[in-house]
């Protein structure tokens, strides 16, 4: 098993704010505060380079991360800024699901949606593209929308859901969405490029919820 991989939280706004070595600290420093302001990093340099400035400040800059050499980040290019993002979270395999769709460059959410209960993050990510491909088209907004799940694309491409989740009474919310997704796909036209994040290249994607 490959040891995971550290990362750093910076809390603008919380109970303890700075740079945080475990996201178990950055919870509990988040925990209940009204407004909280934090985001994970992959390196030391990066995390004090966004604590060095505003959440505000930040959030308007581009501060990619990447594990790629200068020729890959070359051949990859620079993600489009006049877009937007959407990404999922879940506490647990499976567990507590929710997501958001943010403006890729100010970082600015649009929507946010959930807890769905006893889901998996596949369910979370190709509900919220899903949702960002209806919230788009009921907005006229034909700009590109971005997120990290192979799986999610593939779903909305296919339109259908390939998960292994076992129904149940806990989670019948996430199956009756689904198949709410899936009805729209079929009786509509996707409008808007749906691009793969490049997280190599640029680090979490916007809408990450900066955790673990």
């Known amino acids: 098993m490959s040891k995971k991989k550290k990362k750093y939280y910076v809390v603008w706004k919380g109970s ?13 420093s988040i925990h209940g505060f009204k407004g909280a302001e934090y ?8 995390a004090q380079k966004a604590y060095s400035e505003s959440y505000s400040e930040y959030k308007g800059k581009e501060i990619f991360e990447s594990t790629l050499t200068k020729e890959q980040l070359e051949l990859i290019g620079k993600p489009i800024l006049n877009s937007v993002s959407v ?3 879940c506490s647990g395999n499976p567990g507590v699901v929710e997501y958001q769709c943010v403006d890729t460059k100010t970082k600015e959410q649009i929507f946010h949606f959930g807890p769905l209960y006893e889901s998996t993050n596949n369910v979370g990510e ?6 960002t491909l209806a919230h788009m088209k009921k907005t006229n907004d034909t700009r590109p929308i971005y997120t990290d799940s192979k799986t999610a694309i593939s779903w909305v491409k296919g339109k259908t859901y390939r998960t292994n989740l ?13 198949d709410r997704a ?5 009786n509509n036209e996707i409008r808007n490029e749906i691009k793969k994040w490049e997280t190599q290249a640029w680090g979490e994607i916007p809408a990450d919820f900066g955790r673990k």
């Open 166 to 178: 076992d129904k149940n009474e806990i989670n019948v919310k996430s199956f009756e969405l689904m």
């Open 87 to 89: 990404d999922a979270a």
């Open 16 to 28: 303890k704010t700075g740079i945080l070595n475990s996201w178990e600290e950055c919870k509990n």
């Open 39 to 46: 985001k994970s990093f992959k390196t030391l340099e990066l």
């Open 126 to 131: 190709f509900l919220g593209l899903v949702h």
């Open 182 to 186: 899936v009805k729209w796909l079929e």
